[in-house]
């Protein structure tokens, strides 16, 4: 496992963007496929964006196609995903994960994720 910190959360309006950070600490950070989650209110956590290893390979939801990018630093165990294009129904509490996804068909299956941060809010207003 690994421990994850996000930040750079907030408040934007519609239009906008926004920058989420993930610091990892642990010796797998290299190895793991990291992924961005997100829960809104009375709805289930779902999947954003994901990076394999080697940031070779990313996967995004069909939601942010085009309006979000994850990246990775391996130097610097850190992931991010920039966010453009912000609409309200982005609002939601983002979690970085982490984890050894085996398969690329679980990659948007929480449960593939062993290591999760403690979530930041994006809030977009209209």
């Known amino acids: 496992q690994v421990q994850l910190v996000e930040s750079g959360g907030g408040l934007a309006q519609a239009g906008g963007s926004l920058r989420l950070s993930c610091v990892a600490s642990?010796?797998?950070?290299?190895?793991?496929?990291m992924g961005w989650f997100r829960q809104a209110p009375g709805k289930e956590r779902e999947f954003v964006a994901a990076i394999g290893w080697s940031s070779g390979n990313t996967y995004y939801a069909d939601s942010v196609k085009g309006r979000f990018t994850i990246s990775r630093d391996n130097a610097k165990n850190t992931v991010s995903l920039q966010m453009n294009s912000l609409k309200p129904e982005d609002t939601a509490v983002y979690y970085c994960a982490g984890g050894p996804v085996q398969r690329i068909v679980l990659i948007t299956t929480p449960t593939q994720y062993d290591s999760w941060g403690q979530g930041t809010q994006v809030t977009v207003s209209s």
């Open positions: 642990g010796r797998t950070f290299r190895s793991y496929t």
